[in-house]
């Protein structure tokens, strides 16, 4: 029974890892050209958005996939990448919540323009760097 679960699993991440990188690649190649010509803040969050997601199925979800396979009994340098990784997660949420705030601002108050391109850029950086400081802050072992 868990050859038929590792086998299933393993399946689950290749399918997400190639149809995800596949995607997101199709979306930097679509849009790559754009980023410094862009006056859409729309555009410079769905590339920065893809090139999370890309990372995301290109080393994170086979990562992922190998740990599940071998039962989580891994290298200590796997189990670290492991969890840096698992950040790149919560940025994507934070990404596309700060897309729909920019889709809101859009149609609720189309005249003024709070969120220009400079702003969106400096909030995604904003975004990365409170996340990596907050991965940084010891955690108590309780």
């Known amino acids: 029974m868990t050859s038929l679960i590792n086998i299933s699993l393993i399946t689950y991440f290749t399918l997400v890892s190639v149809i995800g990188t596949l995607g997101n690649g199709v979306i930097?190649?679509?849009?790559?050209n754009r980023w410094?010509?862009?006056k859409s803040t729309s555009v410079i969050f769905i590339l920065i958005l893809a090139c999370v997601d890309l990372w995301t199925c290109l080393i994170v979800v086979p990562a992922i996939a190998i740990m599940e396979y071998r039962d989580f009994d891994v290298p200590t340098a796997i189990c670290r990448f492991y969890s840096f990784s698992k950040n790149l997660?919560?940025?994507s949420s934070f990404i596309m919540s700060f897309i729909a705030l920019d889709r809101f601002l859009n149609i609720a108050v189309p005249h003024y323009r709070l969120l220009n391109p400079r702003r969106v850029k400096v909030i995604n950086i904003i975004?990365?760097?409170v996340l990596d400081l907050l991965k940084?802050?010891?955690?108590p072992n309780v």
């Open 127 to 129: 975004i990365i760097e």
């Open 28 to 32: 930097l190649l679509a849009y790559g």
């Open 36 to 38: 410094n010509s862009s």
């Open 136 to 139: 940084n802050i010891e955690r």
């Open 89 to 91: 997660i919560i940025i």
